[in-house]
């Protein structure tokens, strides 16, 4: 028989196993909260998609909803049903992270939300609530704030990816105690400071990407000890130093991306022997040494990009040898070696070797590389014939080995590159002419053959080439007529350039079919007879150059010729008409019949005729230099008359001190640290500006200095947006420079004055900048050696009635020597100038390019983003300004279309405000990337879309 205390004994025991019992086993509610937090978040969700029309069901509740997972409570002594996994995968879900109660949510073991619009910061209740989490993929959405310390509490993490968000600060050196990571991703996000060296604990981790950061510092020797890594990412950062030799530990690395870093130094010789390796992505650096001699031993290599290093020495063997590649990039380095036993790579498809040192020439094995679509091996020293197992290239679409040394003839199995649409084998010794199978390069767009030997008719050559839209082959030794089949390339919009080759009769009236056409240059020809008067019918030109023929006749009367520079039209027979400096054809008709009438009796007397000119012109030039002279320095020398009047010095030097009134202030336009511009109408009703050069007796030299570069510069180049000089005279009063007129002045009065501002909308502010840009370029790439301007400002661009820009002020550039350094003095105006020239005198192409992104905030801000500027430097992090805010607010605000344009055109500008050289894009870069930038049809917001500045 029980007695009492039996009893309470028992009673007690059933108190302690209830007790036990329900801390063991979850609430039998929990799966009902938790499908109430789910529905509580749901509520949050800003228009829900059509697929969580499933949540709320009460059949189905909650496991039965559309990507929710439920499964055994890992905790639980009887298993109870839980949620354990959310997997909402690209749904557009507009949603805050921080509003989802994980605190109830504490079963889950996978947590996938990819690709949503899912903000707020990165709640540490998310790290602290979820001790058996897997998986956490929250990539591709909006989170921004930093990653918390709590982190570390996610101990079962195998897979973790936070990229393409707005996370910033630190990396926390917890994530380094997440030993069971597998997988972690961290890229595209605005994180700072160094790369933990708690990171060498993740010895189990395949997969670590941190490209696309602001992350500083150097590499830690302690990622070596990742031994299974297989990818490794950490490119487009601001890293430095040199590569640690211990990744020739990374026995099973297949990837590693360093680019878009300031890594310096060798290419550790280790990175050779990773048998595994398939993509090695070094470019954007300032890498020097050889390529490491062992790479591709492993025969497995497919991706190589080390271009835009320093990168010198030959090319491995094993590299010219290496079957398994699919892309490489050397592109702009100082490598050197023999390329002639490269070529038989089957699954190659790009390559792009130009601009080094390579030489030898082409073997026949190129043609056994049949998937390739792109072959860039320019501006090197090869030389020999292009093969013509070249014509094996059926899949080819670019073909660029211009700037060689290449001979021998056109091989007429070119004709067999279907799909070519760019060839340029420009800047070589080829001879002989355009094969005929050419013409059957349906899908050609750029043919460049320019600078060459080539010769012979261009008849029955290019006619099916229907779909060319540049054609530039001048330079060469074509003859014959210029053939009318060129008049049915109705594509034709960039270029026809036919000059300086042998080309003789009459120029076809056909070439008016040529509608789109924007330049068209036959100058320094032998063509005969008269301008077509059908061409006044080409709308779309913008250029003609028929100078050094032997036409006559009026030229055509339509809105370009009688804007025309009369240097277009000059060294002809007996040209007239409309352009301003020609004489009206009624005068030329007369002097045209006196001509034919005594033009036998001069010709006999021509050696007389010669003796006296010389005589006459030896003692005008002993007279007129001691009243006016011609400058004739050292660099720059020019004949005494300027030839686009036909005048002699003297009669300019008048004619401008009458339009003028002497200098006076009244006429003039402009003032600058070294002269004065004055606007000058001659008597002949056309319309210069005139620069006229301070010389106060404490600055000559300076200001003498300043008047011989801009001669030295500007008689070089030659481009549609660099203001064009016309001529230069120095005399006992001053010296001076005399340009086009550019009818609407410079670009910061423009913007200053709001009427003018307002006509300046953001299409032709698109286009200024484009033009700016393209002739950066040209200084910086296309001149036989660079020009650096050193001052690009919106003072010094130019705008013409078009609104044409062009760069104007040539006092403080820069040729560049391209063997050394180019130390100079700081010049240059204070608001635009790089930072480097702040502790370095070495001047570079790329101060230009900093310039320039000053200049292209200004033109869409509508003034100099000084206090912006200012208020970056100050911060040691990088700072997002929405787009709205940069915007000129005189302007309306631009369509969907133009803001999506303006905004990629001013994130191009903003990497021109790198502080860093290195990770500046070159002109030809930016100009790229702005040429390219074209509508999309996606529905983002970019008048509300951030653009990220980097810390100056």
């Known amino acids: 028989m029980a007695t009492p205390a039996h009893l309470k004994l028992v009673s007690l025991a059933l108190l302690l196993a209830s007790f036990s019992w329900s801390m063991a086993a979850p609430p039998p509610s929990v799966l009902e909260e938790q499908a109430g937090a789910l529905l509580t978040w749901k509520a949050t969700i800003q228009n829900p998609p059509a697929q969580l029309q499933s949540w709320g069901n009460t059949t189905t509740r909650p496991c039965g909803w559309y990507d929710i997972k439920c499964g055994n409570h890992p905790a639980a002594r009887h298993q109870e049903v839980v949620i354990t996994e959310i997997s909402l995968r690209g749904l557009r879900l507009r949603a805050r992270l921080d509003t989802l109660n994980f605190t109830v949510?504490?079963?889950?073991?996978?947590?996938?939300?990819?690709?949503?619009?899912?903000?707020?910061?990165?709640?540490?209740?998310?790290?602290?609530?979820?001790?058996?989490?897997?998986?956490?993929?929250?990539?591709?959405?909006?989170?921004?704030?930093?990653?918390?310390?709590?982190?570390?509490?996610?101990?079962?993490?195998?897979?973790?990816?936070?990229?393409?968000?707005?996370?910033?600060?630190?990396?926390?050196?917890?994530?380094?105690?997440?030993?069971?990571?597998?997988?972690?991703?961290?890229?595209?996000?605005?994180?700072?400071?160094?790369?933990?060296?708690?990171?060498?604990?993740?010895?189990?981790?395949?997969?670590?990407?941190?490209?696309?950061?602001?992350?500083?510092?150097?590499?830690?020797?302690?990622?070596?000890?990742?031994?299974?890594?297989?990818?490794?990412?950490?490119?487009?950062?601001?890293?430095?130093?040199?590569?640690?030799?211990?990744?020739?530990?990374?026995?099973?690395?297949?990837?590693?991306?360093?680019?878009?870093?300031?890594?310096?130094?060798?290419?550790?010789?280790?990175?050779?022997?990773?048998?595994?390796?398939?993509?090695?992505?070094?470019?954007?650096?300032?890498?020097?040494?050889?390529?490491?001699?062992?790479?591709?031993?492993?025969?497995?290599?497919?991706?190589?990009?080390?271009?835009?290093?320093?990168?010198?020495?030959?090319?491995?063997?094993?590299?010219?040898?290496?079957?398994?590649?699919?892309?490489?990039?050397?592109?702009?380095?100082?490598?050197?070696?023999?390329?002639?036993?490269?070529?038989?790579?089957?699954?190659?498809?790009?390559?792009?070797?130009?601009?080094?040192?390579?030489?030898?020439?082409?073997?026949?094995?190129?043609?056994?590389?049949?998937?390739?679509?792109?072959?860039?091996?320019?501006?090197?020293?090869?030389?020999?014939?292009?093969?013509?197992?070249?014509?094996?290239?059926?899949?080819?679409?670019?073909?660029?080995?211009?700037?060689?040394?290449?001979?021998?003839e056109l091989p007429s199995a070119l004709g067999n590159l279907k799909n070519v649409f760019n060839l340029n084998l420009a800047h070589n010794l080829l001879h002989g002419s355009i094969p005929r199978e050419m013409g059957a390069l349906s899908k050609l767009e750029l043919l460049d053959l320019s600078s060459n030997n080539l010769n012979g008719s261009l008849e029955d050559s290019l006619e099916h080439c229907l779909k060319l839209r540049f054609l530039k082959l001048n330079q060469n030794n074509f003859k014959g007529n210029i053939p009318g089949e060129l008049g049915s390339l109705h594509n034709l919009q960039d270029l026809l350039d036919l000059s300086d080759n042998s080309f003789s009769g009459a120029i076809p009236s056909i070439l008016s079919g040529l509608v789109m056409l924007d330049t068209l240059n036959i100058s320094h020809n032998e063509l005969t007879g008269s301008i077509p008067a059908t061409f006044n019918s080409m709308e779309s030109l913008t250029s003609i150059d028929v100078s050094y023929n032997e036409l006559e006749g009026?030229?055509?009367?339509?809105?370009?010729?009688?804007?025309?520079?009369?240097?277009?039209?000059?060294?002809?027979?007996?040209?007239?008409?409309?352009?301003?400096?020609?004489?009206?054809?009624?005068?030329?008709?007369?002097?045209?019949?006196?001509?034919?009438?005594?033009?036998?009796?001069?010709?006999?007397?021509?050696?007389?005729?010669?003796?006296?000119?010389?005589?006459?012109?030896?003692?005008?030039?002993?007279?007129?230099?001691?009243?006016?002279?011609?400058?004739?320095?050292?660099?720059?020398?020019?004949?005494?008359?300027?030839?686009?009047?036909?005048?002699?010095?003297?009669?300019?030097?008048?004619?401008?001190?009458?339009?003028?009134?002497?200098?006076?202030?009244?006429?003039?336009?402009?003032?600058?640290?070294?002269?004065?511009?004055?606007?000058?109408?001659?008597?002949?009703?056309?319309?210069?500006?005139?620069?006229?050069?301070?010389?106060?007796?404490?600055?000559?030299?300076?200001?003498?200095?300043?008047?011989?570069?801009?001669?030295?510069?500007?008689?070089?180049?030659?481009?549609?947006?660099?203001?064009?000089?016309?001529?230069?005279?120095?005399?006992?009063?001053g010296r001076f420079l005399i340009y086009e007129y550019m009818e609407r002045g410079d670009l910061a009065k423009s913007l200053k004055d709001n009427e003018r501002a307002i006509e300046l909308d953001w299409r032709r502010r698109m286009h200024i900048m484009l033009d700016v840009v393209h002739a950066l370029v040209y200084m910086?790439?296309?001149?036989?050696?660079?020009?650096?301007?050193?001052?690009?400002?919106?003072?010094?661009?130019?705008?013409?009635?078009?609104?044409?820009?062009?760069?104007?002020?040539?006092?403080?550039?820069?040729?560049?020597?391209?063997?050394?350094?180019?130390?100079?003095?700081?010049?240059?105006?204070?608001?635009?100038?790089?930072?480097?020239?702040?502790?370095?005198?070495n001047v570079t192409e790329k101060c230009d390019v900093y310039s320039f992104g000053v200049l292209a905030l200004e033109l869409f801000m509508g003034s100099h983003p000084g206090d912006l500027l200012s208020s970056l430097s100050l911060t040691a992090n990088t700072s997002d300004v929405c787009l709205q805010d940069l915007l000129d607010p005189r302007l309306v605000l631009p369509d969907a279309e133009t803001a999506r344009e303006i905004y990629r055109m001013l994130s191009v500008a903003v990497r021109c405000l790198e502080p860093s050289p290195s990770r500046r894009p070159t002109a030809a870069r930016a100009s790229d990337e702005l040429s390219t930038i074209k509508a999309g049809e996606d529905q983002v917001d970019y008048l509300q879309a951030g653009i990220t500045f980097p810390a100056l």
């Not at 570069?709 to 008689?715: P, W």
Request: overall charge neutral.
């Open 554 to 733: 009026p030229v055509p009367d339509s809105k370009l010729f009688q804007g025309a520079p009369i240097q277009w039209f000059v060294h002809n027979n007996f040209l007239c008409g409309v352009v301003k400096g020609l004489p009206p054809c009624s005068s030329v008709n007369q002097s045209r019949g006196k001509w034919e009438g005594y033009k036998i009796r001069v010709l006999a007397t021509v050696p007389t005729l010669i003796s006296l000119v010389l005589i006459v012109v030896i003692l005008m030039f002993c007279h007129e230099r001691k009243k006016t002279k011609l400058s004739n320095t050292d660099e720059v020398t020019q004949a005494k008359v300027f030839s686009i009047w036909s005048f002699d010095g003297a009669n300019v030097f008048k004619q401008v001190i009458e339009a003028t009134n002497n200098f006076s202030e009244m006429h003039c336009i402009g003032t600058g640290g070294h002269g004065s511009v004055y606007k000058a109408r001659l008597a002949t009703c056309e319309i210069f500006a005139v620069k006229k050069i301070n010389m106060i007796e404490d600055e000559c030299c300076v200001n003498e200095h300043v008047y011989n570069r801009e001669i030295k510069a500007l008689v070089q180049i030659r481009h549609r947006n660099i203001v064009k000089l016309f001529g230069y005279c120095s005399s006992g009063q």
């Open 105 to 408: 949510l504490h079963t889950l073991t996978s947590i996938r939300l990819p690709y949503n619009q899912i903000s707020g910061s990165f709640p540490p209740a998310l790290a602290s609530s979820l001790p058996n989490l897997r998986h956490l993929m929250l990539q591709g959405n909006e989170l921004y704030g930093q990653i918390p310390n709590q982190i570390e509490h996610l101990e079962s993490l195998v897979g973790l990816n936070l990229s393409y968000n707005h996370l910033c600060g630190l990396i926390p050196t917890e994530v380094g105690y997440l030993r069971k990571l597998l997988s972690l991703d961290l890229s595209e996000n605005k994180l700072t400071g160094s790369i933990p060296n708690t990171f060498g604990s993740l010895t189990k981790l395949t997969i670590l990407y941190l490209w696309g950061n602001q992350l500083s510092g150097h590499i830690p020797q302690e990622l070596g000890y990742l031994v299974n890594l297989e990818d490794l990412g950490l490119g487009e950062n601001k890293l430095m130093g040199s590569i640690p030799n211990t990744f020739g530990n990374l026995t099973k690395l297949t990837t590693l991306m360093l680019y878009g870093n300031q890594f310096s130094g060798h290419i550790p010789r280790e990175i050779g022997t990773l048998m595994k390796l398939k993509s090695l992505q070094l470019h954007d650096n300032n890498l020097s040494g050889p390529l490491p001699p062992e790479l591709c031993t492993g025969g497995m290599l497919k991706n190589l990009s080390a271009f835009e290093n320093n990168l010198n020495g030959p090319l491995p063997s094993s590299l010219v040898s290496c079957r398994s590649l699919v892309r490489v990039r050397l592109e702009r380095n100082q490598i050197d070696g023999d390329i002639s036993e490269m070529g038989a790579y089957p699954n190659l498809v790009y390559i792009d070797m130009s601009s080094n040192k390579l030489f030898g020439q082409f073997s026949y094995h190129w043609g056994d590389s049949h998937n390739l679509t792109m072959l860039r091996i320019s501006n090197n020293n090869l030389t020999g014939e292009i093969p013509t197992s070249m014509g094996q290239l059926s899949q080819l679409e670019l073909l660029d080995l211009s700037s060689n040394k290449l001979e021998g």
């Open 780 to 841: 910086h790439h296309d001149c036989s050696s660079p020009i650096v301007h050193r001052d690009i400002t919106s003072n010094n661009i130019l705008l013409d009635l078009e609104f044409r820009a062009c760069i104007s002020d040539f006092g403080t550039a820069k040729i560049l020597d391209i063997y050394g350094q180019n130390l100079t003095r700081l010049a240059g105006t204070k608001g635009y100038l790089a930072p480097e020239l702040a502790y370095t005198e």
